[in-house]
């Protein structure tokens, strides 16, 4: 530790640290533009300037390293006239438009120049003009005259979203941010360059001219889109959500978030919305109250009980449902007598049995200073793009991050070693690397796995595993839902033992970790999701699940429900009008209170920002009146605060995590047929969830046009004599559908990648499985 003087005041800090930090450790601020404490040190605006004795000159505090014995002055004459300097050549060329600019109220350059600017400027020759660029349907480049070339924007692109996008062109007053070749902004996290731009030039294009800051009030709440749970700042005005921004918890997001947390709240005033409970008679739908509604889905499953027993109603619950509503279906459906509830929608293996709930296996921080991590079946960038941020930070940091999937796919992390085969050979693979574990430790192999041919990238994974403090094994939602996961798991399971590394989930949706502590799983004899479609039942309780898109085989699920007497969908959404019998419609995160628990087991309560929109209603409070209606007990509560308790009473969360799981430690069966493709399918990331699938905004990018596109592997492209965006015909069994193709390099030549949850591959079966390609 080195200590130093700041104003007087005597503060100890971390050798290396610069002034700026020292500062802020005793409340000191030094005004400052280009300066983040979580990107690299440019020094760029020199608004930081201060006085340090015996120095000559004033001096950058954000790149000034402190020494034993410092003295620093950071509103001495000598300080104070250097930043007023700065301020007047940076308002040289600024347009001062403040009565137009979205910034207005929230803009460091504004706030700074009421202390540090004068009234009148000593230049009078005409201020620059840079033309504005369109980079994407998210961010808005229409004012770059007000950028001030602090470079956050290039400096976050490169070490936090891991693609340098925008950079720096020209000299001197020609200079401007842009991207390059024309090419837009694509980056998944890419909304955080606004939050980061201290001036107007960077703007949302769905806020932009919306609102003024100070006409909004907000709230917090958690994200319901994927296991981060990332915390968030929700802003509205007029009962209507405006802006989502992030709100900084270190443990958990840091100061980010990903664009479908930011952009996603177009959806919720969507005219896809269900604002009024919905009934379905003789083939035509009629809104009705919720009275005459509750009162016929209670009728109608009391007559199902009656007619075909208990087990005849099968429930699915989605894993973004709050903990409350996970707690209070679960008891409806034992309540009822059935036990046919599931949540794993997307997962075709259920034969593992669980000691625990499958959890990331480490505190989220804790990735950013892993020593050495292996993936398995993970699409990163799209899957969790804040997991992903963290990850690229520790290979920036020397880690070695480990890759094993069907697609050279690097979530634009450093990869050390890869292993890219088709589904079907991951279990042989892994054997590959669990036999060069047992190698180097001089351990017996498993007999299970039989004999193993070793290759230099397994031993190097091997290696990996066994050296540095923190090594991880992370299983992706590929894995989960490959059709021998439960192989697939206890082999690594079985890696993770004998290297000392440690076993860990990337749950894929916002609360699988609280469906998983309140038990919405099947009971003795009950289905599970897969079971529930392939066995047809004769009514069905869907809560914001949309089969055609939620489930491991689309096409199978659309089967079973047209077979179905009744359906009963409790959705935010529109969702289900030509299976459903029923619409009830349940209110989104943000007009609602709930519970969510994330990827590291950290329990997030959150309360609604507005009301609920139309005639909607909190989910939990629909499940209680429903429950009351069927005579059923415990369903008396009158706060969501109550449910929560009740479903967590008696849970120790961080005493359940474990990711110990019993299943067969054996060699993998499938096998693919001859002339045949392997099927890979990642959850396109604006097609993830209810909300992210009615953002029109999100379904401009580049990575939404992708998901409606079938990728092919660079050798069969080219076979196939084909030209980007050429029409070819997938056959899945005996369904088939005609897609626009992508060339992938990236693919093995035995895998075709197919993005699930899009309505262009609701009529294909499941996720995986041998594809037949033909051009059209």
């Known amino acids: 530790m080195v200590e130093l003087e700041v104003d007087g005041k005597k503060v100890k800090v971390p050798e290396g640290s610069m002034v700026i930090q020292a500062a802020h450790k005793v409340n000191t601020y030094i005004p400052h533009f280009c300066y983040h404490k979580k990107l690299s040190i440019a020094a760029n605006c020199r608004m930081c300037l201060i006085e340090i004795e015996k120095m000559p000159k004033a001096l950058p505090a954000c790149a000034t390293p402190v020494s034993a014995g410092m003295i620093v002055r950071t509103t001495s004459d000598k300080a104070i006239k250097a930043q007023q300097s700065v301020m007047e050549f940076l308002l040289i060329n600024h347009p001062l438009d403040c009565p137009i600019c979205d910034q207005g109220g929230e803009c460091q350059l504004q706030d700074l120049a009421v202390g540090y600017g004068k009234s009148a400027s000593r230049y009078s020759e005409e201020k620059r003009v840079v033309f504005q660029k369109n980079v994407g349907p998210l961010i808005s480049m229409e004012e770059m005259t007000r950028c001030i070339h602090c470079t956050r924007c290039v400096r976050f692109g490169e070490e936090v979203a891991g693609i340098m996008e925008l950079g720096m062109l020209g000299r001197g007053e020609l200079s401007e941010i842009t991207t390059f070749v024309g090419n837009s902004v694509d980056s998944e996290l890419s909304g955080n360059m606004i939050d980061l731009c201290p001036v107007g030039a960077l703007t949302s294009k769905l806020f932009r001219y919306s609102a003024r800051t100070w006409e909004l009030s907000h709230g917090h709440s958690v994200s319901p889109h994927d296991s981060v749970g990332a915390n968030l700042i929700i802003q509205v005005r007029n009962n209507r959500v405006m802006r989502v921004l992030p709100l900084e918890n270190d443990a958990i997001n840091e100061c980010w978030i990903s664009d479908k947390d930011r952009f996603s709240y177009e ?42 027993g208990a087990n005849a109603i099968a429930t699915l619950v989605s894993p ?3 903990l409350e509503e996970l707690f209070l279906l679960k008891t409806l459906t034992h309540a009822l007598g059935s036990t046919n509830l599931d949540f794993r ?8 049995l669980l000691k625990g709930v499958p959890w990331l296996g480490i505190p989220i921080a804790i990735l950013s200073s892993a020593d050495s991590a292996f993936v398995i079946g993970s699409f990163l960038n799209r899957d969790h793009p804040l997991l992903a941020a963290r990850l690229r930070q520790a290979a920036a940091s020397g880690a070695t991050v480990s890759l094993l999937h069907a697609s050279a796919d690097d979530a634009l992390i450093n990869i050390a070693h890869k292993i890219v085969l088709p589904p079907s050979d991951w279990i042989n693979a892994l054997a590959g690397v669990a036999s060069a574990v047992a190698k180097i430790r001089g351990i017996a192999f498993p007999v299970e796995l039989g004999s193993i041919q070793l290759d230099a990238v397994s031993q190097g994974i091997a290696t990996s595993l066994l050296n540095g403090k923190q090594r991880l094994i992370l299983l992706g939602a590929s894995a989960v839902n490959h059709p021998e996961f439960a192989k697939l798991c206890a082999i690594a399971q079985w890696v993770a033992q004998m290297s000392g590394a440690t076993l860990g989930f990337l749950p894929e949706a916002a609360n699988t970790i609280g469906a998983h502590l309140v038990g919405a799983l099947p009971g003795a004899g009950g289905a599970n999701a897969a079971q529930a479609f392939s066995l047809p039942h004769p009514a069905y309780l869907l809560f914001n699940v949309e089969p055609e898109f939620d489930v491991a085989n689309p096409r199978q699920a659309r089967v079973a429900l047209a077979q179905a007497e009744i359906v009963v969908s409790l959705s935010s959404f529109k969702a289900g009008a030509d299976y459903a019998d ?19 087991g950290t329990v997030q309560k959150f309360t609604s920002v507005v009301r609920p929109l139309g005639n909607s209603r909190p989910g939990w409070k629909v499940l209680c009146v429903l429950g009351n209606l069927l005579g059923l007990p415990n369903f008396d509560y009158m706060k969501s605060e109550e449910v929560a308790a009740a479903a967590l009473r008696g849970i120790d969360v961080q005493s359940r995590l474990s990711n110990v799981m019993y299943a067969p430690l054996a060699r993998g069966t499938l096998v693919r047929m001859a002339g045949t493709f392997e099927r890979i399918s990642d959850v396109s990331i604006y097609d993830a969830d209810p909300l992210v699938r009615r953002a029109p905004s999100l379904h401009l990018t580049r990575a939404a046009k992708a998901a409606l596109c079938v990728s092919l592997p660079a050798a069969l492209f080219d076979q196939l004599e084909l030209k980007r965006g050429d029409m070819v015909r997938v056959r899945q069994g005996e369904a088939s559908v005609i897609l626009p193709a992508l060339r992938d390099a990236k693919l093995h030549n035995a895998v075709v990648r197919i993005p699930a949850a899009t309505s262009a591959v609701a009529e294909l079966g499941g996720l995986f499985g041998d594809l037949l390609v033909e051009r059209v």
Do not use: C
């Not at 009705?288 to 209670?298: F, I, N, P």
């Not at 609602?592 to 990827?599: Q, W």
């Open 267 to 308: 959806a919720l005033n969507s005219t896809d919305r269900l604002t009024q409970p919905m009934l379905k008679q003789d083939g035509k739908w009629h809104e009705v109250d919720w009275e005459t509604a509750l009162a016929y889905v209670a009728h109608n499953l009391k007559n199902i009980k009656a007619l075909h």
């Open 320 to 322: 973004h449902s709050t």
């Open 345 to 352: 929608l997307r997962q075709s293996d259920f034969s593992a």
């Open 582 to 600: 029923v619409l009830l419609p349940i209110a989104p995160f943000t007009e609602t209170a709930g519970t969510f628990v994330n990827a590291q």
